[in-house]
């Protein structure tokens, strides 16, 4: 399958659907990375905490990719994020839970998503933001 773009990147927040991007990505025989760290010259696609990968600089360097930011509603995401700490008896990123954590996490979104859409302000055609909790979201991505 010939895609429109040299590299996906999906850059929101971990919680917002990235094993279900990467899924969809594997179904379309894109090669696709869903770790933290991006191999970005050996694949196509990439998710998994996007918000921690240099966008700025993956812009530059890759100037025919496109951006997608994943998002879906706010007290789902935390919920979300809080039970994810749940899956281990140890402390984590996100175990145990208190309200200083929520308020980084939403001071960090809120940053993130402010630089993002200053960013791409000049060219809005390589950033498309994408509520995962919305019907027909997929269907969207793989048109694309």
Request: aromatic share 14%.
């Given at each position: 399958?010939?895609?429109?773009?040299?590299?996906?990147?999906?850059?929101?927040?971990?919680?917002?659907?990235?094993?279900?991007?990467?899924?969809?990505?594997?179904?379309?025989?894109?090669?696709?990375?869903?770790?933290?760290?991006?191999?970005?010259?050996?694949?196509?696609?990439?998710?998994?905490?996007?918000?921690?990968?240099?966008?700025?600089?993956?812009?530059?360097?890759?100037?025919?990719?496109?951006?997608?930011?994943?998002?879906?509603?706010?007290?789902?995401?935390?919920?979300?994020?809080f039970?994810?700490?749940?899956?281990?008896?140890?402390?984590?990123?996100?175990?145990?839970?208190?309200?200083?954590?929520?308020?980084?996490?939403?001071?960090?979104?809120?940053?993130?998503?402010?630089?993002?859409?200053?960013?791409?302000k000049?060219?809005?055609?390589?950033?498309?933001?994408?509520?995962?909790?919305?019907?027909?979201?997929?269907?969207?991505?793989?048109?694309?």
């Amino acid at each position: 399958m010939k895609i429109k773009y040299d590299k996906i990147f999906v850059i929101g927040f971990n919680k917002t659907a990235t094993s279900t991007f990467q899924w969809l990505f594997k179904e379309n025989d894109l090669p696709t990375q869903h770790v933290s760290k991006w191999d970005v010259p050996n694949y196509t696609c990439f998710g998994d905490n996007g918000d921690k990968n240099d966008f700025k600089n993956l812009d530059k360097n890759y100037p025919n990719s496109l951006f997608i930011l994943n998002v879906r509603p706010l007290s789902d995401w935390l919920i979300s994020r809080f039970k994810h700490g749940l899956r281990e008896d140890s402390p984590n990123w996100a175990h145990p839970y208190n309200i200083e954590k929520c308020n980084k996490w939403l001071t960090d979104r809120e940053k993130h998503h402010s630089e993002l859409l200053s960013h791409f302000k000049g060219c809005p055609e390589k950033l498309i933001i994408i509520d995962t909790s919305k019907c027909g979201w997929q269907n969207y991505v793989a048109d694309l």
